[in-house]
């Protein structure tokens, strides 16, 4: 992550992971979340704050979905099913249930379908914020299968290249794959030029915008690096490259595919004519399929090193690859706990208070 | 294309498709190739052309084939078998033929298993160039399915985000997708800032790069417009973002998938430590094993529309989508004929020459 999205070390109240998962839990069941929903959605917050990811943690999103359950956007008790099927592949309808725990069911069926029959894919329609792709994309991984999420629908937030109005979503990917030794090798990213939930975490912070990652409401790309706008509409999220010859093409051709992936292969349609809309795709490859396991994780083993082993560029430390850092933050974070804003603390006790659920937290 | 990429006009010859489809195939034909591999080659070939991608096409490309057939790099009567099957997938050996020819047969392969069990996905180790990896991605697309071909090997050309080394190649995925009434979504991008063909192709026409499209032989990226150095040893391509604040760890990420769906599941291990090693991955949906396909192209057209009719930035006439200036090309192409470079025209005749093949070519 980069520097300026760290908390500041003043304000960082650090809690071990099983007294929020506890916390966490405990307001989940109180919005009416069945104790295996509600721990499945648990998980998928936590192991975003334990990799560091915390724009897809509790800070950024838990408050939300509260919301959501009282106004009634979403369901705690939604009547998932599937409403077309083949042997590799389903569509599942997710009754308008939250995807962190929607999610994970539909991602265990396209396990369970590539084990059958090499690779297995789900689409899901009719259903709400899924958390970090990545934890998705990691349940395929632990059963030796890559595995990709790559989700869409609203609300919108990127113009197309050369556009002046927003068309698409952030529209992410994940992959997650295997190693034998490395960590393993886990890549999820927006196909905006950073995740939407990072630039309110960046307003929140009170840090400045790179060139190029906004463009005003006339579709110009922003420069020298600007605050981020208060109003909504006073920008458009441009695509991943920024502008057209740093490749912006290329960031508005993976977001249209992750549109079409989801969106459109889920019955649901493009999420811009389609308000208030999202849904998802899953896919599992089971390696076993195509290769030797064991040989796999090794030449993934020697390919991750390698990478590693790069000779570093000038003013640059080392070489990375998609996971690495994420996996060194888990273990320190379960040393030394996770360091949350202490306005998140503070949101826990009131949320608490209010609703007498007995919280504890720092 | 960007305008800095076209033959300059005084340069150009225009031959008919016809005329240029059977002087490639003669040729093809003189290298050994059997009619049929012949034909698939040069089909692979003509469609680049026609689609205004002329560094996968003829100019660039047939030359280097007819060498390696020479020296006995690619084999043209290659023995290409399945080495391991499950229902939903295989992994094949190209025998070290040309993917040019392998390809089509291995998304054949992906297509028929898609058919049956809703998706297919087929790998090809041993083997070499595979040309337009759009081609390859349409095959499927023709079949109401929506096609996918992701490639890596050797030679290399990107380093890692903050890295000096090469470690990976161009890596590049392609998506196709039918759509009812509007062209076509076929996206086919490297994962470096700009194809390795582009590159070579911006030297022969004089034309500089731009900020942040290669790096020095240290990993910092050249700046100012930069030609491309003479010697190869002299640049190393950056990821599609350049540098990571503008996204390149996502370039770089794509570029690992690649790696890993090609390279590691066809068995082959990373291309960086496999010299020589080339590899491929194939991969169809079929829409109807999801949704209804006339509901989905329907809002293919739905969504392609709302993206062409999203209003322009400042500068820009129109807001395009993957595929659809290539479509334009290709229906002007069929009027007007292929502008070639002169000096493709002369090669050819050369050829004919000194190998009597009677090609008659403008």
């Known amino acids: 992550m980069l520097e300026r999205f760290k908390v500041p070390e003043e304000d960082r109240v650090y809690v071990r992971r099983d007294a929020m998962q506890a916390a966490t839990e405990t307001v989940f069941k109180a919005s009416g979340l069945s104790d295996e929903d509600a721990r499945l959605s648990t998980d998928v917050l936590m192991l975003s704050d334990m990799r560091g990811c915390e724009t897809h943690g509790v800070s950024n999103m838990l408050r939300h979905y509260v919301e959501w359950y009282d106004d009634g956007t979403v369901t705690a008790t939604p009547n998932v099913r599937i409403t077309r099927e083949s042997d590799a592949t389903a569509n599942m309808d997710g009754g308008m249930g939250l995807g962190l725990h929607v999610g994970p069911k539909a991602m265990e ?68 794959v295997p190693a034998e030794k490395m960590p393993p090798f886990v890549f999820d990213v927006a ?46 999220m441009l695509p991943m490259g920024g502008t057209r010859e740093q490749g912006s093409h290329k960031g508005y051709g993976f977001a249209a595919v992750a549109e079409i992936l989801s969106q459109i292969m889920s019955g649901t349609g493009a999420a811009f004519l389609n308000p208030g809309s999202m849904s998802f795709w899953f896919c599992a490859y089971k390696i076993e399929a195509f290769t030797e396991v064991a040989k796999f994780k090794s030449d993934m083993d020697e390919f991750l090193q390698a990478l590693v082993d790069t000779p570093p560029a000038p003013g ?22 996770i360091p949350y804003h202490r306005e998140v603390i503070d949101w826990f006790r009131s949320l608490s208070d209010a609703r007498n659920l007995g919280i504890e937290l720092g």
């Not at 869409?152 to 992959?175: C, I, K, V």
């Not at 009170?206 to 690096?225: C, K, R, T, V, Y």
């Not at 430390?317 to 040393?335: I, M, N, P, W």
């Open 316 to 337: 640059h430390d080392r070489v990375l690859y998609a996971g690495l850092s994420e996996h060194e933050e888990t273990q320190l974070r379960e040393k030394e706990g």
């Open 109 to 176: 069926l396209a396990i369970e379908k590539a084990d059958k029959f090499g690779m297995g894919s789900v689409t899901v329609h009719n259903t709400s914020h899924l958390g970090m792709l990545a934890y998705h994309s990691m349940m395929a991984m632990e059963q030796d299968m890559i595995g990709v999420t790559v989700i869409a629908g609203n609300p919108m937030s990127m113009t197309p290249t050369f556009g002046a109005e927003l068309r698409l979503a952030t529209n992410p990917w994940a992959y997650a």
């Open 191 to 236: 196909t905006t030029q950073v995740a939407g939930n990072k630039l309110s975490l960046a307003k929140r912070i009170g840090s400045p915008l790179e060139d190029h990652w906004i463009a005003g409401p006339d579709g110009a790309p922003m420069l020298n690096n600007p605050q981020l706008p208060d109003d909504r509409n006073d920008y458009l």
